[in-house]
Protein backbone atom coordinates (compact mmCIF):
# COMPACT_ATOMS: atom_id res chain seq x y z
CA UNK A 1 0.00 0.00 0.00
CA UNK A 2 1.67 3.67 -0.81
CA UNK A 3 1.09 6.15 1.86
CA UNK A 4 2.76 8.76 0.79
CA UNK A 5 1.90 11.68 -1.93
CA UNK A 6 2.76 10.57 -5.53
CA UNK A 7 4.33 12.79 -8.23
CA UNK A 8 2.05 12.73 -11.51
CA UNK A 9 2.56 13.86 -14.84
CA UNK A 10 -0.99 14.33 -16.46
CA UNK A 11 -0.39 14.69 -20.33
CA UNK A 12 -3.38 16.07 -22.30
CA UNK A 13 -3.98 17.98 -25.91
CA UNK A 14 -7.68 19.22 -24.39
CA UNK A 15 -6.13 21.97 -21.57
CA UNK A 16 -7.90 25.47 -20.76
CA UNK A 17 -6.01 28.03 -22.62
CA UNK A 18 -7.47 30.94 -20.54
CA UNK A 19 -9.93 32.12 -17.90
CA UNK A 20 -13.02 31.01 -17.99
CA UNK A 21 -12.49 27.87 -21.28
CA UNK A 22 -13.84 25.06 -21.42
CA UNK A 23 -11.42 22.87 -23.33
CA UNK A 24 -10.71 19.53 -21.22
CA UNK A 25 -12.45 21.35 -18.05
CA UNK A 26 -13.36 17.64 -16.52
CA UNK A 27 -9.33 16.87 -16.96
CA UNK A 28 -8.55 20.04 -15.25
CA UNK A 29 -11.14 19.34 -12.24
CA UNK A 30 -9.70 15.94 -11.79
CA UNK A 31 -5.97 17.49 -11.82
CA UNK A 32 -7.71 19.78 -8.99
CA UNK A 33 -9.28 16.55 -7.50
CA UNK A 34 -6.06 14.73 -7.27
CA UNK A 35 -4.56 17.37 -5.17
CA UNK A 36 -6.82 17.93 -2.77
CA UNK A 37 -5.92 14.46 -2.12
CA UNK A 38 -2.48 15.91 -1.31
CA UNK A 39 -0.69 14.84 -4.40
CA UNK A 40 1.85 16.75 -6.59
CA UNK A 41 0.33 16.77 -10.42
CA UNK A 42 1.52 18.59 -13.08
CA UNK A 43 -0.10 18.68 -16.31
CA UNK A 44 1.88 19.03 -19.24
CA UNK A 45 -0.68 20.49 -22.25
CA UNK A 46 0.00 20.14 -25.99
CA UNK A 47 -2.22 20.95 -29.08
CA UNK A 48 -1.45 18.68 -31.65
CA UNK A 49 -4.03 19.60 -34.21
CA UNK A 50 -3.53 16.80 -36.76
CA UNK A 51 -0.32 18.22 -37.34
CA UNK A 52 2.75 15.27 -37.28
CA UNK A 53 5.54 17.88 -36.67
CA UNK A 54 3.66 19.37 -33.61
CA UNK A 55 3.27 15.34 -32.70
CA UNK A 56 6.87 15.15 -32.97
CA UNK A 57 8.24 18.51 -30.68
CA UNK A 58 5.35 17.96 -28.18
CA UNK A 59 7.23 14.12 -27.57
CA UNK A 60 10.27 15.87 -27.50
CA UNK A 61 9.21 18.38 -25.06
CA UNK A 62 7.68 15.49 -22.94
CA UNK A 63 11.00 13.55 -22.59
CA UNK A 64 12.08 16.74 -20.95
CA UNK A 65 9.39 17.00 -18.32
CA UNK A 66 9.69 13.33 -17.76
CA UNK A 67 13.25 13.36 -16.36
CA UNK A 68 12.35 15.77 -14.01
CA UNK A 69 11.25 12.09 -12.39
CA UNK A 70 7.40 11.67 -11.53
CA UNK A 71 5.82 8.25 -9.87
CA UNK A 72 2.87 8.16 -12.74
CA UNK A 73 2.66 9.36 -16.09
CA UNK A 74 -1.53 9.56 -17.06
CA UNK A 75 -2.27 10.11 -20.50
CA UNK A 76 -5.80 11.52 -21.68
CA UNK A 77 -6.91 9.81 -24.95
CA UNK A 78 -5.12 7.22 -27.04
CA UNK A 79 -3.60 9.67 -29.42
CA UNK A 80 -1.54 11.35 -26.32
CA UNK A 81 -1.45 7.66 -24.60
CA UNK A 82 0.88 7.02 -27.60
CA UNK A 83 3.31 10.14 -26.85
CA UNK A 84 3.52 8.30 -23.45
CA UNK A 85 3.72 4.84 -24.37
CA UNK A 86 6.43 5.73 -26.78
CA UNK A 87 8.61 7.98 -23.84
CA UNK A 88 9.30 4.67 -22.30
CA UNK A 89 8.06 5.61 -18.94
CA UNK A 90 7.39 2.56 -16.82
CA UNK A 91 4.28 3.56 -15.15
CA UNK A 92 2.45 5.01 -18.06
CA UNK A 93 -1.49 5.23 -17.12
CA UNK A 94 -4.00 6.40 -19.93
CA UNK A 95 -7.41 6.96 -20.20
CA UNK A 96 -9.74 6.22 -23.24
CA UNK A 97 -12.70 8.95 -23.33
CA UNK A 98 -14.60 7.83 -26.32
CA UNK A 99 -14.21 9.77 -30.19
CA UNK A 100 -10.34 7.97 -29.71
CA UNK A 101 -11.58 4.45 -29.60
CA UNK A 102 -15.31 5.09 -31.18
CA UNK A 103 -13.72 6.98 -33.83
CA UNK A 104 -14.25 10.41 -35.10
CA UNK A 105 -18.17 10.78 -36.96
CA UNK A 106 -19.33 13.07 -40.15
CA UNK A 107 -22.54 14.23 -40.37
CA UNK A 108 -23.83 10.76 -41.76
CA UNK A 109 -22.42 9.16 -38.99
CA UNK A 110 -19.66 7.47 -40.43
CA UNK A 111 -16.25 6.57 -39.19
CA UNK A 112 -13.84 8.98 -41.15
CA UNK A 113 -10.33 8.69 -42.16
CA UNK A 114 -9.30 10.66 -38.83
CA UNK A 115 -11.06 8.11 -36.86
CA UNK A 116 -9.92 5.33 -38.31
CA UNK A 117 -6.48 6.43 -37.40
CA UNK A 118 -7.10 7.48 -34.01
CA UNK A 119 -9.00 4.03 -33.16
CA UNK A 120 -6.07 2.00 -34.75
CA UNK A 121 -3.64 4.07 -32.44
CA UNK A 122 -5.73 3.66 -29.07
CA UNK A 123 -5.64 -0.20 -29.89
CA UNK A 124 -2.02 -0.33 -30.13
CA UNK A 125 -1.57 2.16 -27.25
CA UNK A 126 -4.05 -0.29 -24.75
CA UNK A 127 -1.72 -2.57 -25.74
CA UNK A 128 0.77 -1.19 -23.96
CA UNK A 129 0.35 1.06 -21.29
CA UNK A 130 1.02 -0.06 -18.08
CA UNK A 131 -2.90 0.85 -16.54
CA UNK A 132 -5.73 1.77 -18.82
CA UNK A 133 -9.05 3.30 -18.16
CA UNK A 134 -12.21 3.67 -19.96
CA UNK A 135 -14.88 6.01 -19.13
CA UNK A 136 -17.62 3.23 -20.85
CA UNK A 137 -18.01 -0.63 -20.43
CA UNK A 138 -19.07 -1.12 -23.74
CA UNK A 139 -15.72 0.58 -25.06
CA UNK A 140 -13.33 -2.58 -24.27
CA UNK A 141 -14.99 -4.48 -26.89
CA UNK A 142 -13.37 -2.20 -29.43
CA UNK A 143 -9.54 -2.61 -27.68
CA UNK A 144 -7.42 -5.52 -26.94
CA UNK A 145 -8.62 -7.68 -24.69
CA UNK A 146 -6.86 -7.16 -21.21
CA UNK A 147 -8.05 -6.08 -18.10
CA UNK A 148 -9.45 -2.20 -17.95
CA UNK A 149 -10.40 -0.01 -15.13
CA UNK A 150 -13.70 2.04 -15.92
CA UNK A 151 -14.07 4.78 -14.89
CA UNK A 152 -15.45 8.23 -16.43
CA UNK A 153 -15.17 11.55 -15.48
CA UNK A 154 -16.48 13.24 -11.95
CA UNK A 155 -19.11 15.75 -10.93
CA UNK A 156 -18.51 18.34 -8.30
CA UNK A 157 -22.31 18.12 -6.46
CA UNK A 158 -21.22 21.54 -4.86
CA UNK A 159 -21.39 23.26 -8.12
CA UNK A 160 -24.09 20.91 -9.60
CA UNK A 161 -26.87 21.15 -7.47
CA UNK A 162 -31.01 22.05 -8.53
CA UNK A 163 -31.74 25.98 -8.14
CA UNK A 164 -34.90 27.65 -8.78
CA UNK A 165 -36.02 27.65 -11.81
CA UNK A 166 -37.95 31.12 -12.39
CA UNK A 167 -35.07 32.71 -11.01
CA UNK A 168 -32.48 30.92 -13.36
CA UNK A 169 -34.57 32.24 -16.25
CA UNK A 170 -34.41 35.60 -14.90
CA UNK A 171 -30.48 35.70 -14.27
CA UNK A 172 -30.83 34.61 -18.06
CA UNK A 173 -33.20 36.58 -19.49
CA UNK A 174 -35.43 34.00 -20.28
CA UNK A 175 -39.33 34.03 -20.70
CA UNK A 176 -40.74 32.46 -17.81
CA UNK A 177 -43.48 30.56 -20.14
CA UNK A 178 -42.97 27.99 -21.99
CA UNK A 179 -40.40 24.50 -22.01
CA UNK A 180 -36.82 25.21 -22.55
CA UNK A 181 -34.60 21.90 -24.04
CA UNK A 182 -31.56 22.56 -23.24
CA UNK A 183 -28.52 21.65 -25.92
CA UNK A 184 -25.05 21.20 -23.83
CA UNK A 185 -22.93 21.08 -26.66
CA UNK A 186 -20.76 22.53 -29.41
CA UNK A 187 -23.64 22.69 -32.71
CA UNK A 188 -21.18 22.85 -34.73
CA UNK A 189 -19.41 19.34 -34.05
CA UNK A 190 -20.86 16.92 -36.40
CA UNK A 191 -20.85 13.82 -33.64
CA UNK A 192 -23.21 16.17 -31.67
CA UNK A 193 -26.00 16.27 -34.12
CA UNK A 194 -26.92 19.75 -33.36
CA UNK A 195 -29.45 19.11 -36.86
CA UNK A 196 -31.32 16.26 -35.37
CA UNK A 197 -31.96 18.40 -32.01
CA UNK A 198 -33.15 21.36 -34.45
CA UNK A 199 -35.76 18.84 -36.11
CA UNK A 200 -37.08 16.92 -32.57
CA UNK A 201 -37.61 20.89 -31.38
CA UNK A 202 -39.37 21.93 -34.39
CA UNK A 203 -41.51 18.87 -34.48
CA UNK A 204 -42.75 19.17 -30.97
CA UNK A 205 -43.26 23.04 -31.06
CA UNK A 206 -46.44 22.48 -33.57
CA UNK A 207 -47.80 20.79 -30.43
CA UNK A 208 -46.16 22.61 -27.34
CA UNK A 209 -44.60 25.80 -26.59
CA UNK A 210 -41.05 25.05 -26.23
CA UNK A 211 -37.54 26.44 -27.49
CA UNK A 212 -34.01 25.03 -27.92
CA UNK A 213 -31.53 26.39 -25.50
CA UNK A 214 -27.84 25.94 -26.92
CA UNK A 215 -24.98 25.92 -24.70
CA UNK A 216 -21.95 26.50 -25.76
CA UNK A 217 -18.60 27.52 -24.24
CA UNK A 218 -20.86 28.42 -21.35
CA UNK A 219 -18.17 29.29 -18.30
CA UNK A 220 -18.61 25.87 -16.01
CA UNK A 221 -20.10 27.53 -12.95
CA UNK A 222 -22.83 29.16 -15.18
CA UNK A 223 -23.71 25.70 -16.82
CA UNK A 224 -25.87 24.61 -13.39
CA UNK A 225 -27.90 27.77 -14.00
CA UNK A 226 -28.54 26.54 -17.47
CA UNK A 227 -29.09 23.05 -16.25
CA UNK A 228 -31.71 24.72 -13.87
CA UNK A 229 -33.35 27.24 -16.51
CA UNK A 230 -34.18 24.61 -18.46
CA UNK A 231 -36.48 21.82 -18.41
CA UNK A 232 -35.29 19.05 -19.96
CA UNK A 233 -31.07 18.15 -21.60
CA UNK A 234 -31.46 16.66 -25.02
CA UNK A 235 -28.83 14.66 -25.98
CA UNK A 236 -28.58 13.27 -29.97
CA UNK A 237 -25.27 13.00 -30.10
CA UNK A 238 -24.16 9.63 -32.87
CA UNK A 239 -21.05 8.80 -30.53
CA UNK A 240 -19.80 9.00 -26.85
CA UNK A 241 -18.22 7.77 -24.64
CA UNK A 242 -19.49 8.63 -20.69
CA UNK A 243 -20.59 12.09 -21.65
CA UNK A 244 -20.38 14.31 -18.19
CA UNK A 245 -23.40 16.68 -18.92
CA UNK A 246 -25.25 14.12 -18.41
CA UNK A 247 -23.86 12.96 -14.80
CA UNK A 248 -24.35 16.99 -14.26
CA UNK A 249 -27.94 16.95 -15.08
CA UNK A 250 -28.68 14.70 -12.89
CA UNK A 251 -27.46 16.11 -10.16
CA UNK A 252 -29.28 19.31 -10.92
CA UNK A 253 -32.69 17.18 -10.99
CA UNK A 254 -32.93 17.74 -14.50
CA UNK A 255 -34.69 15.47 -16.91
CA UNK A 256 -32.59 13.43 -19.61
CA UNK A 257 -33.77 12.46 -23.00
CA UNK A 258 -31.65 10.72 -24.79
CA UNK A 259 -30.29 8.50 -27.80
CA UNK A 260 -28.53 5.28 -26.83
CA UNK A 261 -25.32 6.50 -26.78
CA UNK A 262 -22.22 5.62 -25.06
CA UNK A 263 -23.45 4.22 -21.25
CA UNK A 264 -26.40 7.30 -21.31
CA UNK A 265 -28.64 3.85 -20.66
CA UNK A 266 -26.61 2.76 -17.45
CA UNK A 267 -26.54 6.09 -16.19
CA UNK A 268 -30.48 6.93 -15.87
CA UNK A 269 -31.65 3.33 -15.99
CA UNK A 270 -34.38 3.44 -13.69
CA UNK A 271 -34.80 7.36 -12.72
CA UNK A 272 -38.16 8.34 -13.38
CA UNK A 273 -38.62 10.95 -15.21
CA UNK A 274 -35.54 9.94 -18.06
CA UNK A 275 -35.70 8.68 -21.17
CA UNK A 276 -33.53 6.73 -23.67
CA UNK A 277 -35.13 6.80 -27.07
CA UNK A 278 -35.39 4.08 -28.65
CA UNK A 279 -34.82 5.38 -31.93
CA UNK A 280 -32.47 8.15 -33.41
CA UNK A 281 -35.81 8.93 -35.75
CA UNK A 282 -36.93 12.80 -34.90
CA UNK A 283 -40.55 11.93 -34.70
CA UNK A 284 -39.93 9.18 -32.31
CA UNK A 285 -37.66 11.83 -29.87
CA UNK A 286 -40.32 14.29 -30.08
CA UNK A 287 -42.91 11.93 -28.67
CA UNK A 288 -40.39 11.21 -25.44
CA UNK A 289 -39.51 14.67 -25.09
CA UNK A 290 -43.02 15.59 -25.08
CA UNK A 291 -44.18 12.88 -22.47
CA UNK A 292 -41.44 14.29 -20.04
CA UNK A 293 -42.17 17.69 -20.61
CA UNK A 294 -45.66 17.69 -20.58
CA UNK A 295 -45.27 15.90 -17.18
CA UNK A 296 -43.28 19.04 -15.93
CA UNK A 297 -41.47 17.48 -12.89
CA UNK A 298 -38.20 17.38 -11.84
CA UNK A 299 -36.42 14.12 -11.34
CA UNK A 300 -34.30 12.60 -8.22
CA UNK A 301 -31.24 12.45 -9.96
CA UNK A 302 -28.82 13.55 -7.27
CA UNK A 303 -29.35 10.58 -5.17
CA UNK A 304 -26.44 9.45 -7.46
CA UNK A 305 -24.32 12.40 -6.97
CA UNK A 306 -22.03 11.31 -4.32
CA UNK A 307 -21.14 8.13 -6.00
CA UNK A 308 -19.93 10.37 -9.20
CA UNK A 309 -18.19 13.13 -7.43
CA UNK A 310 -14.79 14.30 -8.28
CA UNK A 311 -13.60 13.54 -4.92
CA UNK A 312 -14.54 9.70 -5.09
CA UNK A 313 -13.91 9.61 -8.73
CA UNK A 314 -10.38 10.62 -7.87
CA UNK A 315 -9.87 8.56 -5.01
CA UNK A 316 -10.79 5.51 -7.46
CA UNK A 317 -8.03 6.94 -9.39
CA UNK A 318 -5.76 6.77 -6.52
CA UNK A 319 -5.84 3.60 -6.08
CA UNK A 320 -5.40 2.62 -9.51
CA UNK A 321 -2.32 4.40 -9.19
CA UNK A 322 -0.99 2.68 -6.05
CA UNK A 323 -2.07 -0.97 -7.87
CA UNK A 324 0.75 -0.06 -10.35
CA UNK A 325 3.23 0.86 -7.77
CA UNK A 326 2.70 -1.61 -5.77
CA UNK A 327 2.50 -4.20 -8.41
CA UNK A 328 5.92 -2.55 -9.65
CA UNK A 329 7.73 -2.60 -5.81
CA UNK A 330 6.51 -6.57 -5.50
CA UNK A 331 8.17 -7.61 -9.65
CA UNK A 332 11.15 -5.34 -8.43
CA UNK A 333 11.56 -6.98 -5.49
CA UNK A 334 10.97 -10.65 -6.91
CA UNK A 335 13.68 -9.75 -9.19
CA UNK A 336 15.83 -8.98 -6.59
CA UNK A 337 15.38 -12.41 -5.07
CA UNK A 338 15.95 -14.64 -8.69
CA UNK A 339 19.57 -12.62 -8.88
CA UNK A 340 20.52 -13.17 -5.16
CA UNK A 341 19.44 -16.91 -5.56
CA UNK A 342 21.22 -17.00 -8.98
CA UNK A 343 24.57 -15.18 -7.21
Same mark, same amino acid.
Given at each position: MITQPLKILVVTAEWPAFPGDVTGIFIANQVNALKRLGDTVDVFPYRGERNPLRYLRAFVQLGRRIAQGYDILHAHNGQTGLLAVLSRHPKVVVTFHGSDVNGVRNLNGKTTLTGHVLQAVSRYVAGRARKAIVVDEGMK? @? $? =?? %?????????????????? +??????????????????????????????????????????? @? $? =?? %?LVVARNVPHEKMPVY?? +?CDALLLTSSSEGSPTVVREALACNLPV??????????RISGIEGCVVCSSDDPSIIARDLETVLRSNVRID?????????????ACQLRGIYESLLTSSERHSAETSDRLVELC
Open positions: S @R $L =PA %REYHTLPCGVDPELFKPR +AKSECRRLLGYSQEGSMVLFAADPHAPVKRYWLAEAVVAQLSR @R $L =PC %RMS +AVSVNVGDVQAGRRCAEEWSENAI
